[in-house]
C-alpha cells in the first residue's frame, strides 16, 4: 500500500471509490458530493502536484461547496420532513365528505379512502355527505372547512 502514498490521484480516487461505495449501501444522497470532490481533487492533485495540506483543503472546500450547491439546487421531493408512513402531511388541501352530522364542531369524515375525525373550521354546521376540504392537521384530527 506503500506506492498508494506516492500517488495522489489513485489515493483520491479510492477514497472516492469508499465514499462511492458507502452511498450506495446507504442510499442517502449525502455522500454524492463528497464523492465527486475526492474525483476533482485527484484531478487537481494530478494535474498541479500540491502538497497534502493543499489538497486535504482543496477537498473540504469541495465538499461543502457541492454539498451547498446540491441542496439549493436538487432539493428533497416531497414535503419537508415528509415520512412516506405519515398520511397526515399528505391530506392537507385534500377533499372529502362528511360521514356524520358534526355535533359542537367535530365529527368524522373520508379523505383520500380513510375515515378521519375532525374538527370544523369556524361556526358552520356540517351536515353528513357535505364536501370538506382539509385545511390542518392536529394531532390525529384533521381541521376541515366546507366547500
Known sequence: MDWLSHNPPLLWLSIGGV???A???TTSGWLLWPTG?????ALFAWLFAPSLPVQLVVFAL??????LLGRRFFPRLGAPGADIN???GRVWGSEGVAVEDFAAGAGRVIVDGKEWAAD???GSVLRRGAKIVVTGVGGSRLKVRPL
Do not use: F, R, S, W
Not at 37 to 41: G, I, K, Q, S
Not at 62 to 67: A, F, R, S
Open 19 to 21: 465514499l462511492l461505495a
Open 23 to 25: 452511498e450506495v449501501a
Open 37 to 41: 470532490a475526492a474525483a476533482v481533487t
Open 62 to 67: 469541495l465538499t461543502i461547496v457541492t454539498t
Open 86 to 88: 405519515d398520511n397526515t
Open 120 to 122: 370544523l373550521d369556524g
